[in-house]
């Protein structure tokens, strides 16, 4: 089976920083784009960043220059970088990873990271 885990949410005052990872194990073939999203109490969970396999990315408008999007092939791992934190961001915040497992692919989504930012 393939899983993936979310690391790194939290409390934070607003202007601070966080580091969202995500590790994704299990039978994997290849992992094509891997994404952060983000959903707050009634709301529709929305994409916050993707990034390609080459390092590619693309980021939601209200996170572009405070948010950087990474990910480590190797580890199969992604990160999300949060800078200037504002009390907006406050959110469930989730990864998602195409995968190939030898077989079949689809997408996976973690079980989702708590990130709450105070004024």
């Known amino acids: 089976q393939v899983q993936l885990v979310e690391s790194g949410g939290g409390l934070v005052q607003a202007g601070g920083s966080l580091r969202l990872s995500c590790a994704a194990s299990?039978?994997?073939?290849?992992?094509?784009?891997m994404g952060w999203y983000r959903q707050a109490p009634g709301k529709q969970r929305n994409l916050v960043a993707t990034?390609?396999?080459?390092?590619?990315?693309n980021y939601a408008d209200s996170v572009k220059g405070r948010f950087t999007i990474s990910r480590d092939n190797a580890k199969n791992t992604v990160y999300l970088q949060m800078n200037s934190l504002k009390p907006e961001d406050t959110a469930v915040y989730y990864c998602?990873?195409?995968?190939?497992?030898?077989?079949?692919?689809?997408?996976?989504w973690g079980q989702g990271t708590q990130v709450t930012v105070s004024s």
């Open positions: 299990g039978s994997i073939f290849s992992i094509n784009f």
């Open positions: 990034i390609t396999p080459g390092g590619s990315t």
């Open positions: 998602n990873a195409g995968i190939h497992d030898g077989w079949s692919s689809r997408d996976y």
